[in-house]
């Protein structure tokens, strides 16, 4: 069975011989949640599930628009998760973690399922549509909706890394430094850059249009 259905994620139970954690939630220390996860904690791989599953179903739409596919990357990737999880690395940002490693993992479903991506030519996201539904945006929520769709026109004009920088900065909070993390910077400067830049093409796009509006009302 699996363990999505549409967008609301049900986590699969199960038992363990490990040590019932204490306590995991949200706001506690994400290292030691994750530790104890690694450590065969069942508790904290189910506290991990439902904090993260939805977050991560929503970030993996905006690098496809094949949903159930997704969605079956999804469960693969909580199942691997789980079954190595003694092997994997330390964290103290749990989230970027996992956005680094679901994009491979998405990117290695898209170019197996979709014939138009060789594995030979990398995938670079010229189709990185940035969605602005209730689950992903948590800024401006009272926008109106031509606002919403000239921010959407505005993000499609950005250079791909920069509307995803913008999409992890405003769209999922994430830090400078986690930023830097996922794109693999060695300078959390250049995720700084990477934003700025894509802030500042935001703001050409508005100016350009406010100005295009203003000579239409003239013209009228």
């Known amino acids: ?67 159930d596919l997704v969605k079956d990357t999804l469960q693969d990737f909580f199942i691997y998760l789980r079954h190595k999880r003694n092997g994997l690395g330390k964290t103290d940002a749990i989230k970027p973690y996992l956005f680094k490693s679901f994009k491979r993992r998405i990117i ?10 060789s594995s030979h030519h990398a995938f670079d996201f010229k189709q990185f549509p940035v969605e602005l539904s209730h689950e992903t945006v948590y800024i401006n929520r009272q926008m109106e909706r031509e606002q919403l769709e000239k921010l ?16 992890y900065f405003y769209f999922e909070g ?12 060695s300078h959390i400067s250049s995720a700084r850059r990477l934003v700025y830049r894509g802030l500042a093409h935001l703001r050409k796009f508005f100016v350009a249009y406010l100005l295009a509006a203003f000579w239409e009302l003239k013209e009228w």
């Not at 019932?20 to 904690?41: C, H, I, K, P, Y």
């Not at 170019?111 to 138009?116: A, I, Q, S, V, W």
């Open 1 to 67: 069975m699996s363990l999505l259905h549409e967008r609301s994620i049900k986590p699969k139970t199960a038992t363990s011989s490990a040590p019932a954690a204490d306590g995991f939630g949200v706001g506690m220390e994400e290292s030691r949640l994750w530790d104890a996860f690694r450590t065969g904690n069942e508790e904290a791989f189910i506290t991990i599930y439902k904090q993260y599953a939805n977050v991560l179903f929503n970030f993996g739409c905006q690098l496809t628009m094949d949903h």
């Open 108 to 117: 290695d479903a898209v170019k197996k399922h979709h014939h138009r991506f």
């Open 152 to 167: 959407t026109m505005a993000l499609q004009q950005l250079d791909t890394r920069e509307r995803e920088a913008i999409y």
């Open 174 to 185: 994430l830090s400078y430094q986690e930023i830097a993390q996922i794109f693999e910077f």
